[in-house]
Nanobody, 117 residues
Framework: HVQLVESGGGSVQTGGSLRLSCAAS???????LGWFRQAPNKEREGVAV?????????YYANSVKGRFTLSRDAATNTLYLQMNGLQTEDTAIYYC???????????WGQGTQVTVS
């Protein structure tokens, strides 16, 4: 069982920054950790994913490359998403997700709202 608790969302002006945090708990080994987002009337999309099962490679959506940085504190099992240069199109609910080795799908946090205006 995996529990994911996000924090750090909020409202910011265009060009501003926010840092999202995701505290992961549970004993189930995780193969992937990442952030996804869903804007109004749009499908959920991947933002940044850390593939622990592949040498901890990180993959970013093209739309956030160079602006967002994914990092992880292994000691506390906390995943961070540093978001700089925020744009109005980054407005969405951001979800932390984890995929255990035993699952073919992601498990989700409750989401945190990010609004850029």
């Amino acid at each position: 069982h995996v529990q994911l608790v996000e924090s750090g969302g909020g409202s910011v002006q265009t060009g501003g920054s926010l840092r999202l945090s995701c505290a992961a708990s549970g004993s189930t080994p995780i193969s992937c950790l990442g952030w996804f987002r869903q804007a109004p009337n749009k499908e959920r999309e991947g933002v940044a994913v850390l593939v622990l099962s592949d040498g901890s490679k990180t993959y970013y959506a093209n739309s956030v490359k160079g602006r967002f940085t994914l990092s992880r504190d292994a000691a506390t099992n906390t995943l961070y998403l540093q978001m700089n240069g925020l744009q109005t199109e980054d407005t969405a609910i951001y979800y932390c997700a984890a995929r255990p080795y035993t699952h073919s799908h992601y498990l989700w946090g409750q989401g945190t709202q990010v609004t850029v205006s």
